[in-house]
């Protein structure tokens, strides 16, 4: 089954599938097929799928129905407000700990940026109080537009 690599690009994901890998370097086709070149030590995760688009349907499907308010709730009841792997992420959401379980993770994590503060590939629970200010500080920008 063709082996597809994740990486970021600032807070954007990137998938792509492995044509070819020589002396750490892979040679990626995207989704769209066009062509590019990736140093191995940039990958975030590895998959097989039978193709990009399944992949990325499996993942946003999972990804779409992540309660992030749940996760961080968790996370602030059981007094973990230290930055979390997302592997220790997959394992306390979903039970069990996949490569695909983590990219739906990262990928609702990236989107929804309220909660969580992203420290690389780590994601830190914000406290009460910090949600509290971070509402506070929306509605006074909102009030002023």
């Known amino acids: 089954m063709p082996k597809i690599i994740e990486y970021l690009e600032g807070d954007r994901v990137v998938i792509g599938l492995v044509t070819a890998q020589d002396r750490g370097k892979l040679s990626l086709a995207d989704a769209t097929g066009r062509a590019s070149k990736l140093a191995a030590d940039k990958v975030v995760l590895e998959h097989t799928a039978a193709s990009i688009d399944v992949f990325i349907a499996r993942r946003d499907g999972l990804a779409r129905v992540i309660d992030v308010p749940l996760l961080w709730e968790s996370l602030t009841e059981a007094g973990?407000?230290?930055?979390?792997?997302?592997?220790?992420?997959?394992?306390?959401?979903?039970?069990?700990?996949?490569?695909?379980?983590r990219s739906a993770l990262l990928q609702a994590l990236l989107a929804e940026r309220v909660r969580f503060r992203r420290k690389a590939?780590?994601?830190?629970?914000?406290?009460?109080?910090?949600?509290?200010?971070?509402?506070?500080?929306?509605?006074?920008?909102?009030?002023?537009?």
């Open 80 to 101: 973990e407000d230290g930055p979390q792997e997302l592997s220790a992420l997959a394992g306390l959401y979903y039970g069990e700990d996949s490569s695909l379980h």
């Open 121 to 145: 590939l780590r994601f830190e629970p914000r406290s009460a109080a910090e949600l509290t200010q971070l509402a506070d500080q929306d509605a006074a920008g909102r009030r002023k537009c």
